[in-house]
């Protein structure tokens, strides 16, 4: 039963009165709290008054505009969904409108089952947020300011493994070999490991070796005399010299030339360089972090890596995992990238809502860590409110999971059932829904071993002698039907097991007359 407290309240601001009549007799009749604002500073007033879920915004009015509005209105209330309407449309005036936070944008004159359908995808989208909001406030964060400014995020096994194990070497001058993916955060251990060392105050460099061209990272690495090659107008000092008591980390070793990596080597072992050019040594006490995400050991086996290097780098090795195998860290590195980018002010949004945090427990993360942070601050720019909706998450990102989520409920082959007593059922609105028993069905052509007909294929046949045209449409119509049945007449779970939005689903109802 619908309640004074949570009927959807809508505020129009339109200096036309005609419009703004039209828009409450259609409002008001879909049982809506409907309030109007003949100008901007009005509509300022009213929504401070009423807090409105959704706001239909005028762009041209007399005094203030609709774009000076909408800016102030998300100051009034971050959470409102807010509509622009104008008759004077421009591509500068979408970019704005959407840049200051808009909902979304409408052309005059609009269809009302436009405008119907514009302002329940919003309503649902205020919803969603108010339910977000209210989980938030239930949990609290354990990500400290500690955590933030480290950059190393997780509680689960495998990362405390992890960092028992940069205690364990960070006092020590032991030689550290990290290996992992790509994005997978190596260069934070790297330097975890430096900040908790003994050499904390001493110079750290970190080199990118797969950065540098092969000609100069000798150069780079250790230094070169004047005249030494063309180009060499000065003496350059390496980075091994500048970095005497000190840490290098050099990053992505694997992609090292083998003629660098007995220079390399020599550092390591003896403690000493030369410069390109000359034949000086020079004594360096330098600790060495590397870093790779390629195979060494195969890499040794086909003589692209010295292994004796491998060995005097391998002395301590930290294995960092993939995201995939730590998806219980999901949340946590989500709230610490959300709280990085607030302190930073590079986005507005604080936190994700349960149902979009359900999608991305789901992704499989190919680029690790670095796509999470990559993908939430894609989102939480595109975020309206002060929480990510699922809306906001890249649609290849849904996309993916949803394909994930058909790989892994395909049904599998049962054990040869005693006897078959399931026949095809005509497709029919009136048809009842049978209770699922929670067992995986067998697909038709294992049971009992026989070939028979997909199942599918019966349907479409059935469908295709029924109506010869717009199949889809009559097979979405009758997968609804059943979907509102299973769930009692529920729109939110039916949506969840369609696959679609709420939105959509009541789009739907409406276009098949279902509600009636």
Request: aromatic share 4%; hydrophobic share 40%.
């Amino acid at each position: 039963m619908t309640t004074a407290e949570n009927t959807p309240k809508i505020l129009v601001i339109d200096d036309d009165d005609d419009l703004r009549y039209s828009l409450k007799r259609v409002f008001s009749g879909r049982d809506y709290i409907v309030t109007e604002a003949a100008s901007g500073e009005e509509g300022l007033d009213m929504a401070q008054i009423h807090s409105p879920h959704v706001i239909l915004l005028d762009n041209r009015m007399k005094g203030m505009s609709g774009m000076e509005a909408l800016q102030h209105l998300r100051s009034i209330n971050p959470n409102a969904m807010i509509i622009l309407m104008t008759a004077y449309g421009t591509t500068q005036t979408t970019i704005e409108a959407m840049k200051f936070g808009a909902f979304d944008y409408i052309m005059k004159p609009f269809d009302l089952k436009k405008i119907l359908s514009l302002t329940e995808s919003a309503l649902a989208a205020s919803t969603d947020l108010k339910a977000a909001s209210d989980a938030g406030e239930k949990t609290t964060s354990k990500i400290s300011q500690e955590d933030i400014e480290g950059g190393i995020i997780g509680s689960s096994g495998a990362m405390q493994t992890v960092f028992k194990m940069i205690g364990q070497v960070a006092a020590s001058d032991v030689t550290v070999m990290i290996t992992g993916e790509s994005g997978t955060g190596k260069e934070l251990i790297a330097r975890a490991i430096f900040k908790n060392s003994l050499r904390s105050q001493k110079p750290y460099i970190a080199v990118n070796c797969a950065a540098i061209p092969e000609n100069l990272i000798e150069s780079e690495l250790f230094g070169h005399e004047k005249g030494s090659f063309t180009g060499a107008t000065s003496q350059r000092i390496g980075k091994f010299e500048l970095c005497d008591n000190g840490t290098i980390f050099l990053d992505e070793i694997g992609d090292m030339a083998l003629s660098t990596q007995t220079k390399i080597l020599r550092a390591l072992q003896e403690g000493e360089i030369q410069r390109v050019g000359s034949s000086d040594t020079i004594k360096v006490n330098v600790r060495m972090l590397a870093a790779t995400n390629k195979p060494l050991e195969a890499m040794v086996k086909e003589k692209t890596f010295r292994e004796d290097l491998y060995y005097r780098l391998n002395v301590v090795r930290i294995q960092l995992p993939p995201l995939r195998e730590r998806m219980e860290d999901v949340p946590q590195l989500i709230d610490f990238v959300l709280k990085r980018l607030a302190r930073d002010s590079k986005a507005d949004a604080k936190s994700i809502s349960p149902e979009a945090l359900g999608v991305l427990a789901k992704y499989t993360w190919p680029g690790n860590v670095r796509e999470l942070e990559n993908l939430v601050y894609r989102s939480a720019v595109m975020a309206q409110g002060e929480t990510i909706l699922i809306k906001d998450l890249p649609h290849e990102i849904i996309g993916a999971v949803g394909d994930l989520n058909k790989l892994t409920t395909l049904p599998v082959q049962a054990e040869p059932a005693p006897e078959v007593t399931r026949s095809a059922e005509p497709m029919s609105s009136a048809a009842p829904i049978a209770p699922t028993t929670g067992a995986v069905e067998a697909p038709a052509a294992t049971i009992l071993g026989a070939p028979t007909e997909d199942p599918f294929d019966t349907i479409y046949q059935k469908l295709r002698k029924e109506h010869q045209t717009n199949l889809l449409e009559h097979a979405e119509r009758e997968i609804i039907v059943r979907a509102l049945q299973e769930t009692g007449g529920k729109q939110v779970k039916a949506a969840e097991i369609l696959g679609m939005t709420r939105a959509t689903l009541r789009k739907r109802i409406d276009q098949y007359n279902l509600g009636k």
